[in-house]
């Protein structure tokens, strides 16, 4: 739980950082010409932004040890896995570092089974 809990914090910190790069310089990362999902840097910088801050507060759910926190995390690390594989064709090294991390983070949580919920919930 804890490696998943940091490892969905930094990728969510990553994103942050990635989505106000793109933000603030409309420069960062051009979509090429023929790109059936072209929403201008500016839009994917607030898609990355807001997938940043879920993936922050689905973290801290997961430091807090909350029942739905497991659940969650899949859920947005998932949903940040297919968001950046849609972003590879404007930044394929870091849509595959963070495609990576969401894999970690979605293996850790599934492997999460019913024995160490019960040592962690008291259930």
């Known amino acids: ?12 910190l990553f994103q942050i950082v990635v989505g106000l790069a ?12 023929s790109y059936v999902f072209e929403w201008g ?21 997961l430091f807090s040890a909350r029942p739905s926190a497991r659940v969650i995390g899949i859920v947005v690390a998932l949903l940040s896995a297919v968001k ?14 963070i495609i990576g991390l969401d894999v970690l983070v979605i293996w850790s949580l599934t492997r999460y089974g019913p024995e160490q919920a019960r040592k962690v919930y008291g259930v």
């Open 41 to 61: 840097t500016t839009g994917w910088g607030y898609l990355h932004l807001a997938f940043g801050v879920a993936a922050v507060i689905a973290a801290l759910n």
């Open 22 to 33: 793109n933000v603030i310089d409309d420069n960062q990362s051009e979509p090429p010409k």
């Open 84 to 97: 950046n594989f849609f972003f590879v064709p404007m930044d394929s090294v870091w849509s595959a570092v």
């Open 1 to 12: 739980m804890v490696f998943s809990a940091a490892a969905l914090l930094l990728a969510g």
